[in-house]
């Protein structure tokens, strides 16, 4: 079945420090990789994706990710998180035919303490 | 990307009645997904509406409850029907990038926050 993992509901960072939200999926055919934000009372804003090539792909505000397949993993990093990063994150996994939705994890809340 | 309008963003009603949600993209578009954001739970795609055709519902989303309409390229309604209150949630429209984006890249709208009691 194709689903996608976010092993960590809640988590909390020191601004500052550094920040890695887990995300394995399961898919039948090659995954086309994305991770979205949602601050409160917001829509989901993308902030990267990958399709191919270069495994660790770069995104808006200071946010990369890195594919490994042998994992099944799309992790989402940033070096230093800002207070204004808390926000609810998500990752998503679809293919590359047009007119085909996303498949959503769970989603994993930052909060950013000072 | 798309720019996605819906309208109401929120909205509190009442067990058993019937709202519909709109949905309005600045350019014309194939395919808009609706999908379900319940509190603290991930989305959910509801539907799928092509404009000229029947939506095409997910496993345990059906038209008499949920019934959509997409008179045109850049317009539709997501109408939530009888509603109770495990209806509470964000409903939220999104729209895909086309083909020549070399994927399907999902944009979406601020939701609909809905309030059933």
């Known amino acids: 079945a194709q689903s996608v993992t976010q092993p960590d509901i809640h988590i909390t960072v020191s601004e500052g420090a550094s920040l890695e939200l887990r995300c394995n999926y399961s898919?039948?055919?090659?995954?086309?990789l994305f991770w979205y934000v949602q601050s409160p009372g917001q829509g989901l804003q993308l902030l990267l994706k990958y399709f191919s090539g270069d495994t660790l792909v770069q995104g808006i505000k200071g946010f990369e990710a890195e594919f490994k397949r042998s994992q099944s993993s799309f992790n989402l990093r940033k070096p230093s998180v800002h207070w204004s990063d808390a926000a609810e994150y998500f990752c998503?996994?679809?293919?590359?035919?047009?007119?085909?939705?996303?498949?959503f994890g769970k989603g994993t809340t930052l909060s950013v303490s000072s | 990307s798309a720019v996605i309008s819906q309208k109401p963003s929120r909205d509190i009603c009442q067990r058993g009645t019937s709202l519909t949600i709109q949905c309005q993209v600045d350019s014309q578009v194939t395919m808009m997904f609706w999908y379900r954001q319940q509190p603290g739970q991930s989305l959910t795609l509801i539907a799928t509406?092509?404009?000229?055709?029947?939506?095409?519902?997910e496993s345990g989303f059906v038209i008499d409850k949920f019934p959509i309409s997409r008179p045109n390229l850049t317009f539709s309604t997501l109408t939530v029907s009888n509603m109770s209150p495990e209806d509470s949630s964000i409903y939220l429209c999104?729209?895909?990038?086309?083909?020549?984006?070399?994927?399907?890249?999902?944009?979406f709208g601020a939701g609909s926050r809905l309030t059933v009691l």
């Open positions: 898919y039948g055919a090659t995954p086309y």
């Open positions: 999104s729209v895909g990038q086309g083909p020549s984006s070399g994927a399907n890249v999902l944009t």
């Open positions: 998503a996994v679809g293919s590359n035919q047009a007119g085909t939705a996303l498949i």
């Open positions: 509406a092509n404009q000229g055709s029947e939506a095409t519902y």
